[in-house]
């Protein structure tokens, strides 16, 4: 594997960091000026980047642009490297370096921070609490025992109908009974 294609990979892996170390040692042991020089100039702008994220004064939007102008600039300049560069001393350059990997865990808190502040709102104006949300809910119930519908039955004097009996049962005979005159008839 030639140092172009190693390049080319670490590239494919937006390994940054990787290609600008591999370009410096390139351009040490061939003794080029060119690409010593571009280099330099692209790892200023990686670090430029990397502290506007660090700092977290660059869009997400702007953030992408500049990280795909340093790519684009990368990859110019590992196609004007000869072909026949070899990759011996370059192996133990790589740093699998995941670019913004590191950066942007604030970006992440503060997204997980909007996150839980807008499920609160939410709990508030519901009237639930987020406990209440996470409780377990007991959804078993035993019913209460089925009593039947009452009889509407009145009863005056000694000659009442119902008998309630020693085990709490109600027993109406309706049987032994007169038929009363209606007051309210007068009959």
């Given at each position: ?10 590239l494919s ?59 684009q600039a ?95 049962d109600v ?17």
């Amino acid at each position: 594997m030639t140092a172009k294609q190693t390049l080319l990979n670490w590239l494919s892996k937006d390994d940054f960091k990787s290609i600008l170390k591999g370009l410096h040692h390139l351009a040490d042991r061939y003794n080029d000026e060119q690409v010593r020089n571009d280099a330099t100039f692209q790892s200023g702008r990686l670090e430029a980047l990397e502290k506007q994220r660090t700092k977290d004064i660059i869009s997400l939007a702007d953030d992408h642009l500049e990280a795909a102008k340093i790519r684009q600039a990368l990859l110019q300049i590992i196609n004007e490297l000869p072909d026949d560069w070899a990759v011996e001393g370059m192996e133990s350059i790589s740093t699998t370096f995941m670019i913004g990997s590191k950066s942007n865990w604030k970006k992440y808190a503060a997204y997980i921070a909007a996150f839980v502040a807008l499920f609160a709102g939410i709990a508030e104006m519901t009237g639930y609490s987020v406990r209440d949300i996470f409780q377990k809910k007991d959804t078993t119930e035993i019913p209460g025992e089925a009593l039947p519908p009452a009889s509407k039955a009145s009863t005056t004097g000694d000659n009442s109908p119902a008998v309630i009996t020693h085990d709490g049962d109600v027993h109406i005979n309706y049987g032994e009974t007169q038929p009363k005159k209606d007051s309210t008839t007068n009959k």
